[in-house]
């Protein structure tokens, strides 16, 4: 059985950094894009950045560059989201997601998402 489950989110002050991990397991991931979107309150979900399993290679939306880092550890089979200078517009619900194309709509798999709050 596929899984995608995050952790990590929580209640941050502004300016203040946060680590988002994923735990994929149910398959190899060989050839999938590791991605993490958010969706803030009342909003879509929007892109955040995303990883290629094979290579290490990186993408990034307008809002995550130069503040978010995304990596991964193949050996643990884990996706991370390495947030800094948190903003209260980064408050959303991020979720982890893997898929062939690193857009939403070709995710093939969505964890349940963690919640990360900014208060200003």
């Known amino acids: 059985q596929v899984q995608l489950v995050e952790s990590g989110g929580g209640l941050v002050q502004v300016g203040d950094s946060l680590r988002l991990s994923c735990a994929a397991s149910?398959?190899?991931?060989?050839?999938?894009?590791m991605a993490w979107i958010r969706q803030p309150p009342g909003m879509d979900r929007e892109f955040v950045a995303a990883?290629?399993?094979?290579?290490?290679?990186?993408y990034y939306e307008d809002p995550a560059e130069g503040r978010f880092t995304i990596s991964r550890d193949t050996a643990k089979n884990t996706v991370y989201l390495q947030m800094n200078s948190l903003k209260p517009e980064d408050t959303a619900v991020y979720y982890c997601a893997a898929g062939h194309i690193a857009t939403i709509s070709g995710m093939d798999y969505w964890g349940k998402g963690t919640q990360v709050t900014v208060s200003s």
């Open positions: 149910g398959r190899t991931w060989t050839s999938y894009a």
């Open positions: 990883i290629s399993w094979n290579d290490g290679s990186a």
